[in-house]
């Protein structure tokens, strides 16, 4: 099976089209669940390749392109947002030709920075991007570096937080040969590197106020002076920051500048946190965690049903970066089947009993968290499943994870040990490496 025959001649689609099908069909590929795994893997090889290509053409080759497929067809009003659904909204964009750069999903905030990124991104206007840590402000960045007229010059990002207030003024505008101890060449500075494209300069919040000064001066006059010399450089740079900060109240006590304040912030988009977009959880880990079997050449993750209801309700305050992580670290602990064992320990749900059962007061015990169940048999049976992994866990851990003591021990069938084991997706020989390392 092809995914694109190469030979015919494709002038009578507008790059902007092409860019649309491409995407559409990785998406439909990536979560399809009727295909076999080899191939799903080589149709999205070749649907990646092909993206590739057209992406490599200019930006402006592009656009050209897309323009003259369609013709003296008359252009369609454009509706407005607020008119539309959540997928016409993204559908729209798509038609638009808008460069996503591995944003997706349907949330009417996000969906609503994108749109002001896709008006911001052909202006040379400062934008300032915030939002939770986590939440893809440097995509962000790229996106808007990506739609504009800038595209194919250097996008160059400084976290500001990173660098020591001795060497930022360095970092930023570059220095002299001789300007200070250990400047033994002449160096450029960030900003004559992103001369003609775009800076990015995140956690600008943590810029002391001198560097604020400096930077207000560019923003201003659009030039620079690197350490230790006299001479003017003019530079032509997009500026793009991003804080997970208050700056505004920052800015009201004193501790970031109110008037680089309103210079970065001509254009403000806010990304909406995980928590805020819950419906693209369940692509997100899938995503994640076909990305994180690739990167480990290992094959994709199962997960048990609580893991998975976990991840689809845990509240993420590191947010997508914290869920990335999260799938690269099942991917890495975890065999064929990931489960609770596999989470960091700060965030594994507590045992059933503790769950369960919250307090015992006059030998009542108190029932104080079953939160995922719908109804009453299904708490019963949720109760009970976990009942039988604790005291599966318990046995094992007291036999140093030999199963055939552990079957002797309760006068069980080795094989019907062994079924519940794989039932609840644990692993004998986890036990048998704490057992081992607790004798060291």
Known sequence: MKLYNPTPATSAVSFAGLIERIEILRSTLRWSSRLERPEIEKLLKQATTLRDEVMGLSHKERFVAAASATGEEVEAPMVEPVEMSARERRQALMERSFIFEGTF??????????????????????????????????????????????????????????????????????????????????????????????????????????????????????????????????????????????????????????????????????????????????????????????????????????????????????????????????????????????????????????????????????VTDLSTATSLSEAKRAASDEAERAFLERGLQEVGGTVAELARRFDMNRSHVQMLLKKHGIHSKDFRNNRQAEGK
């Open 105 to 366: 999903g349907d949330n009417p905030k996000l969906l609503e920075s994108l749109e002001i990124a896709e008006k911001a991104a052909p202006t040379d206007l400062p934008v300032l991007i915030d939002g939770e840590s986590g939440t893809g402000k440097e995509l962000m960045a790229k996106v808007i570096h990506a739609n504009g007229a800038r595209t194919d010059k250097p996008f160059i990002s400084v976290n500001c937080g990173a660098i020591p207030d001795s060497l930022l003024e360095s970092e930023l505008f570059g220095h002299k040969k001789g300007a200070f101890t250990g400047a033994s060449n002449d160096r450029r500075g960030k900003f004559e590197s992103a001369h003609t494209g775009t800076i990015f300069l995140d956690e600008i919040g943590e810029l002391p106020l001198t560097g604020q000064v400096k930077l207000l001066r560019v923003l201003e006059a659009h030039e620079i002076q690197r350490v230790g010399s006299d001479e003017v450089i003019s530079v032509d740079t997009r500026i793009v920051a991003a804080t997970n900060k208050d700056l505004r109240r920052m800015s009201q006590e004193g501790t970031f500048r109110e008037d680089l304040f309103y210079r970065l912030s001509v254009i403000h988009v806010t990304l909406p946190a995980l928590r805020e977009r819950r419906d693209e959880i369940p692509l997100l880990v899938a995503y994640f965690g076909d990305e994180a079997a690739g990167q480990l050449k290992r094959r994709p993750l199962k997960l048990t049903p609580r893991l998975r209801d976990f991840l689809l309700h845990y509240e993420y305050p590191g947010n997508i970066r914290e869920l990335r992580n999260l799938m690269y670290r099942l991917s890495c602990l975890a065999g064929d089947t990931a489960d609770f064992a596999h989470l960091p320990q700060d965030i594994r749900p507590k045992p059933a009993g503790l769950q369960a059962v919250a307090a015992v007061a006059g030998g009542k015990a108190t």
